[in-house]
């Protein structure tokens, strides 16, 4: 009982840790670069469920993204106004800024707290919805169909959320009919003055909950049934393993994190815009699977922070436009280097367990 | 312990216009070693996907006690008890020797995903279940000492063994050998053959066996069949198959007696044959 629990309640200490820490001492620099981090965590340690422990090859990751954060965007957006008629203030866990911005008068858990725990949940399910209906269909067959309807996938949900009407300002809002605010996805124009609430607390309380999911499925009988789907679809059968159900098991999974990855995005940027979100990004979360390793956690964590902490580093301004030719550079190297990425399949505690195993 | 059978009845297989397997038909029980045998390109291999399920028949029934089980999954007819290996081995390379054994045990798994990633009391109860009958397993067949390294990494002779304690994993009724001793030398094939039999005695499954190497299909079975072409041309016990007339021809390519006249009149001749 006690082993179930105490890895979910570190998760929520070092996401309450995190933001407490981070927030105190913080001026704003840092609260934007972990949520960045702590986002691009979710989305590669999602996608390498199903790229990384069923060996399918997904591009559509972005597409999953989108759809969890326009559905927050308009569930916080239109929402909040509807079901509370004035905006909730958000509550010490939701507070997005340095804390010395802070109103001394702020409640620690409000009823818009909680209001974001079921947005993002919501824009979780949304996704994982999606990705049963694109998977039902194209993960029964073998090979790179899956690549190819993932990729389409991606395009249609950024075109038809890019034809979506336009934004309805809140001073409308009560002339709106339902109808409006389901279509008002805001354009190409993107989604903009989505209250915040994604805070360090709930990205992190999510990296951990993603990163915990995915390491719990890597050691069960479900997530070796992955593992040997990977390995040999064929020999996984004989073995009575349902791959079907199985690599569409992950593929909802995998899709629930982007969801939840996009409900983030929307709500700590308070934007969200579709056109960014194309199949450049979902490429961009590929990188990172790969670089890391096929199905290594760890891996995935790693490659997650280097690749999106690099750019900053390096100075954003005149590195930025040359992102693209680094990503395509660092992915030669290391295909020629290290083939099977940084990690391999191998988590980080292997490799030290190896060491130990060879000395003693 | 129950007694299976497995029936297959009159199965054709055809592949666009080539007949690949026509009118075979052969019953496996419980306790018995059958071999199926035949020169290369014979169907043998496809009688096996046949059998697991990688093909549907064309025509004829399959039957595992009484029941059908052609056209399912192969994971379906797995899970009612065929369990097989494969002829160019399929390990599951990268995971541990250990893994490559539990997957196979996850139908014992009875415990959901949620279960799983909450780690429900079901959960470590079916996986403790699982890692002991593993361990037993792979004990059984020596391959304990290896059993955190890659299966991939094994020297073939352990491979071919892991791949039958792997098949076993899964609670077999029938167990269906693809060439379990091609590539081992003698010594190997020594130990194999003591294995199977040893196995036969402690698990309660009939084994149909594909086998190249006639030493071990002698030694080894109850009674076997020889297929050329798809097509049965021979059944018996071993002695009966090695004086066959018909299979003495598929596999030389001529008629027994023809064989026997030109070495005859080789000895004439006086050349050596």
């Not at chain 1, 909680?114 to 998977?135: E, T």
């Not at chain 1, 956690?297 to 490659?303: E, I, K, R």
């Not at chain 2, 299976?4 to 075979?24: C, P, S, Y």
């Amino acid at each position: 009982m006690i082993r179930s629990i105490f890895a979910p309640l570190m998760v929520l200490l070092i996401a309450i840790g995190v933001h407490g820490l981070v927030g105190r001492y913080d001026d704003g620099y840092w609260i934007n670069q972990l949520t960045i981090i702590g986002i691009a965590i979710i989305l590669a340690v999602s996608l390498n469920i199903v790229n990384g422990f069923t060996g399918q090859f997904s591009i559509g990751h972005a597409g999953f993204l989108s759809l969890g954060g326009y559905l927050a965007g308009s569930l916080l957006y239109y929402g909040s106004v509807m079901f509370f008629q004035t905006r909730p203030e958000p509550g010490f866990f939701s507070f997005t800024q340095p804390f010395d911005r802070m109103d001394p008068t702020i409640v620690w858990w409000g009823i818009g707290d909680l209001f974001f725990l079921c947005v993002c949940l919501s824009a979780g399910l949304f996704a994982a919805v999606a990705g049963l209906i694109v998977g039902l269909p194209s993960l029964r067959l073998r090979g790179d169909y899956l690549a190819i309807v993932t990729v389409g996938f991606g395009e249609i949900v950024r075109i038809l959320i890019e034809s979506s009407q336009r934004q309805v300002p809140l001073s409308r809002l009560n002339r709106a009919d339902g109808w409006d605010l389901v279509t008002g996805w805001g354009s190409a124009m993107g989604f903009n003055y989505i209250p915040k609430f994604g805070s360090l607390f709930w990205v992190y309380l999510f990296v951990g909950i993603t990163i915990l999911t995915a390491i719990r499925l890597k050691y069960s009988t479900h997530g070796r049934a992955y593992l040997s789907i990977r390995e040999d679809e064929i020999a996984a059968e004989a073995m009575g393993v349902r791959s079907t159900r199985y690599k569409i098991q992950a593929f909802v999974i995998s899709a629930f994190f982007a969801g939840i990855a996009g409900a983030l995005t929307a709500s700590s940027q308070g934007t969200i815009n579709a056109t960014e979100l194309a199949f450049m990004k979902s490429l961009e979360i590929v990188v990172i699977v790969v670089l890391g390793g096929m199905g290594s956690v760890s891996g995935a964590v790693l490659a997650a922070v280097v690749l999106t902490y690099l750019p900053e580093l390096l100075q954003a301004e005149t590195f930025a436009r040359y992102r693209l030719i680094l990503y395509a550079l660092v992915l030669i190297f290391v295909m020629i280097l290290r083939p099977r990425g940084l990690m391999g399949t191998r988590e980080v505690w292997d490799v030290f367990r190896r060491r130990r195993g060879v000395q003693g | 312990m129950t007694a299976a059978k497995l029936e297959v009845q009159n199965v054709t297989k055809i592949f666009g216009g080539l007949t690949a397997v026509r009118d075979f038909s052969i019953v496996v029980e419980t306790g018995q070693l059958q071999g199926l045998i035949g020169p290369n390109g014979a169907g043998k291999t496809t009688c096996f996907n046949l059998l697991t399920g990688v093909y549907r028949p064309d025509a004829g029934k399959i039957l595992l006690n009484g029941k059908r089980i052609d056209g399912r999954r192969p994971s379906s007819i797995t899970s009612s008890g065929i369990a097989r290996t494969f002829q160019n081995i399929r390990l599951f390379r990268d995971l541990t020797v250990l893994d490559n054994v539990r997957v196979a045990c996850h139908l014992r798994a009875r415990h959901t995903l949620v279960g799983a990633l909450l780690r429900l009391p079901n959960h470590y109860r079916d996986e403790a279940h699982i890692r002991a009958h593993s361990i037993r397993l792979l004990e059984r067949f020596g391959l304990l000492d290896r059993s955190e390294e890659l299966a991939g990494n094994l020297p073939y002779g352990d491979q071919r063994r892991l791949e039958i304690a792997r098949a076993l994993a899964t609670d077999p009724k029938i167990l269906l050998l693809d060439e379990p001793a091609a590539g081992m030398n003698p010594a190997e094939k020594i130990a194999l053959k003591e294995l199977i039999r040893q196995l036969l005695k402690d698990f309660p499954v009939g084994i149909l066996l594909i086998e190249h190497d006639m030493d071990v299909v002698m030694d080894l079975c109850d009674r076997i069949t020889v297929l050329d072409y798809g097509q049965i041309i021979a059944t018996g016990k071993p002695e009966e198959i090695q004086c066959d007339e018909k299979v003495i021809e598929a596999y030389l390519g001529c008629p027994a007696h023809s064989v026997e006249e030109a070495v005859q009149k080789d000895l004439e001749r006086g050349t050596d044959v």
